[in-house]
């Protein structure tokens, strides 16, 4: 079709994501195996730590009163094995054919007919060219980067002093990293391990070989005894008053024992503790550099429509640089430049990109 770009995107847009992935459960290492790591609820009494500026002007008889200062909460806790000598987390993934990643594209009652046909023939020509450039090889050599340094073990890869990832296809293994030594904020200089990964990534988006990968993190943390380790909190909208943090866990939660007002247990075992799909997600496309500001600010975002970062609270991308506007541009956008791997990045992603009614 011609090169041209749409004054609007169709009013119901939408791609499902490129990625087929597993939460992460935890797991003990010990001397005769792996038992999962459990997430307990327990009770804690802290101390208030509020900021209370001005409160000395409110009252002279402040001294005169007594204050509460002491913090009782309810929280999840996740802790290693006493014997534990290291933290195992396994997941597994498989990447999508491109040409499967377009969900919904139809008319809204403002919309015309061939508005849609014709968007749907620049997706599938725009992904045609994605297949055949090395933009596609570059997005795949990025994910197995992030495979590889661990950055989806979050804060517990910041407290490890070693993480080793392997990475398996149908029980056979084809790469090992030291995950600490490999960097975090650029995609310079890929191994050959990170290639044959990549390999297998973009062999699956363009259709050739639909094999998944198990990739498993074994993490030491340089000390032994009950550690405290982070698998994904819950978020919960009004939470109780007194309660802290939920953990995010498999399985169902152990019912109570206590058959009388007199009984009760001061623990509660919730389930098996995991990181959740979402968040590991989040940290493999976390390798947008092509946003404006890279340079100056100097961290790989996650791949979003409009460079949103939680870590900032700040959009990096503006109406001329987001997915958005690229996807008015799908016949013209070159998949290998940079606005295009972004895109190809944006499909693999997904989500809804439907044209408003102007």
Known sequence: MPAVEFKKLPGVLAFQRGLVIT???????????QTPVMVVRHGIRGTQNVNKDGDAEKSTAANAKRQEVSNIQTTDTAKLDEKAEALAVRFSLRFLDLKDVLFACAPASTDADDLVRNYRDSVTGFIERAKA???????????????????????????????????????QAIAR?????????HFDDSTDAERRIAAYIADGLRGNDDSGLDIEARLDFGVRGALEVFPSQNYVEDKPRGFARPLYCLGSPERPHGNSA???????????????????GNALRTFDTWYPNYAEHGRPLPVEPNGASLEAQEFFRDRKTSAFEFARRLNTLDPASPDGMFMIACLIRGGVFSGGKE
């Open 262 to 280: 007199m009984e009760f247990e001061s623990t509660r075992t919730m389930g098996h503790a995991a990181l959740r799909d979402q968040k590991i």
């Open 23 to 33: 939460d992460a459960p935890f797991f003990n290492v010990l001397p005769e195996g």
């Open 177 to 185: 990293f030291d995950a600490l030594a490999i960097p975090l904020h």
């Open 133 to 171: 450039s090395g933009g596609l090889d570059e997005v795949a050599r990025r994910f197995a980067r992030n495979i590889a340094n661990g950055r989806w073990l979050w804060r517990n890869r910041t407290l490890a002093r070693k993480v080793e990832v392997s990475v398996s296809v149908a029980g």
